[in-house]
């Protein structure tokens, strides 16, 4: 079983700070994220929920996989603004962050998960437009435990 998946499995509600994108207007939203561990502890499915003024404004659904070697990972990312993974997205535990590197016709996208030692956990989104040579934020959320 992973011990990083293990702690990202629950239920989770979050602050979210959007960065102005080529994709919307920026500003703040709430989240709820729903993730829960199959196949033996080694995939984590996640479903997250974002509102903005009390209205949905985006949902996905990802698909973490444990790799063989114990820091290797793969995300697979769907979500309402119509992404669907050709591949995973390669991912890395660096022992305090899970770092992903999506590709797609529309960019670069890198999720970094940082888990904290209160049992949260802070998500930062960040787009490269070409190859990765410069990054634009995109999102910065702190999500907590629901009670």
Known sequence: MSEVLQALAGEWTGEEQIAQTRWGPGGVAASAVESRLVLGGNVLVQDYRE????????????????????????????????????????????????????????????????????GSYELTLESSFDGGV???PVLTGTYRRKS
Do not use: C, M
């Open 51 to 118: 509102e903005r003024e009390g209205k949905p404004s985006l949902a996905a659904h990802a698909v973490f996989v444990a790799g063989q070697a114990h820091d290797q990972y793969s995300l697979y990312w769907f979500d309402s603004y119509g992404f669907v993974p050709t591949e995973p997205a390669p991912g890395q535990w660096d022992g305090h962050r899970l770092s992903f590197l999506r590709s797609s016709l529309r960019g670069q996208t890198r999720h970094i998960y940082a888990l904290h030692e209160d």
């Open 134 to 136: 410069n990054w634009e």
